[in-house]
């Protein structure tokens, strides 16, 4: 069964005796059917107690942006994660956690006079308005029935377009076109990234042949660097090798981050397929030498293959 093919029933209208107030974390009332109602206010309430200098958790007290930081960034790759798997019941745990972390951020944002959670939903909320004009009105409100409605190319369009708008309106702490792509991002996703901004400015191959030229290129300076070069030199050619990958995945409308995880996730499958195979013949890892493993491991790629 796919991810979302499975929802649970949808929570009714908490009542007013549902709310929490701040000395208070306890859960806000019962379904009928015995289910929780809860209130995004329930887990405000719980982490300002978890953040309470003489009542909260030490370590919750100790947190700062960057030291949750990569529990941050490790929370939504759980979450990317449970969607390859396929797994509802771990997404809806991981959301959670993810969303624990947007209140954690917004809580010492709170603490320290930046800003509070309300102001990260309304900021979301002004952002998406704007950015779906076919949708809303400027005021928020949603346009007619009958108004026009793009396909969905168009409508990506129009989304970049607004999005390099309110960029070039906004000050930037970093010069250059290429400012805002974040640093921290996987790298291969960075590549497809900074490639399509430069492109948005004219900078790119007019087809993907181009580029699977410019890969072979590629591939041949990285041969060049092991036989003459320093590992400094091997390591810098992979890296514009990789660059170039990145730039082929992104012209074929591939995301090349995606297409890695599976291809990952393919070799770990056929690895451990390999190995149970080796097993089958009373062998392991230890005492099968490379041509019994290459034997059943295009044993296994038969196999997957009917």
């Not at 289910?35 to 958790?57: H, S």
Request: charged share 25%; glycine share 6%; proline share 8%.
């Amino acid at each position: 069964m796919g991810i979302f093919q499975s929802k649970p029933p949808p929570l009714p209208p908490p009542s007013p005796a549902s709310r929490v107030g701040p000395q208070s974390a306890k859960a806000s009332g019962s379904r009928s059917d015995g289910r929780i109602v809860v209130r995004i206010e329930d887990l405000l309430a719980l982490m300002a107690q978890l953040r309470d200098p003489e009542t909260g958790c030490a370590w919750d007290v100790a947190q700062d942006f960057a030291s949750i930081a990569p529990y941050t960034v490790e929370e939504a790759y759980e979450v990317a994660d449970a969607i390859a798997r396929g797994d509802a019941e771990d997404l809806r745990d991981e959301l959670g956690d993810l969303l624990l972390q947007v209140v954690f951020h917004a809580r010492i944002a709170e603490e320290s006079g930046l800003f509070a959670f309300p102001d990260v939903v309304r900021a979301v909320m002004e952002k998406m308005v704007r950015r779906h004009p076919h949708v809303f009105a400027p005021d928020g409100s949603l346009l007619p029935a009958g108004s026009p409605r793009r396909d969905p190319e168009a409508v990506a369009v129009q989304w970049a377009a607004i999005k390099a708008e309110e960029r070039r309106a906004k000050p930037s702490r970093e010069p250059g076109p290429l400012a805002g792509i974040p640093l921290p991002l996987p790298a291969l996703t960075r590549a497809e990234k900074l490639s399509a901004r430069a492109a948005s400015y004219g900078f790119d191959w007019t087809d993907p042949a181009q580029v699977v030229l410019k890969v072979r290129e590629e591939i041949d300076e990285v041969a060049d660097a092991m036989a003459h070069g320093t590992r400094a030199a091997v390591a810098e050619e992979l890296g514009d090798l990789l660059f170039s990958v990145a730039n082929l995945a992104r012209h074929l409308g591939v995301d090349p981050e995606y297409s890695l995880q599976k291809g990952n996730m393919k070799f770990e499958r056929r690895f451990n397929a390999m190995v149970a195979a080796l097993a089958a013949q009373g062998r392991g890892l230890a005492d099968s030498d490379l041509d019994a493993m290459e034997a059943a491991w295009a044993a296994v790629k038969v196999a997957e293959k009917g």
